[in-house]
């Protein structure tokens, strides 16, 4: 049996990388795309929070579970 999951991203590099990951899982990534979820907004105050936002606006809107990446650059030098 593969259980499905819903990926709260439509970044087909992280939906790639997280089949690879959990395929011997029995595990399948589907993007949110294919549900047409549109994107939860970030308003969180970390990269950790806006991740949180993003899974749970993807499980409330499939009634999957669902998983969500989120990173980016700070930069001490620009303010960042």
Partial sequence: ????????????GKLKEFNHVLKDLHVEVIPQSEFNVIDAEETG???VENAILK??????????????????????????
């Fill in 55 to 80: 899974a749970r606006h993807a499980a409330t809107e499939t009634g999957f579970a669902a998983l969500a990446d989120d990173s980016g650059l700070e930069v001490d030098a620009l303010d960042g």
């Fill in 45 to 47: 105050l970390s990269f």
């Fill in 1 to 12: 049996m593969i259980n499905k999951i819903v990926l709260a991203s439509g970044n087909k």
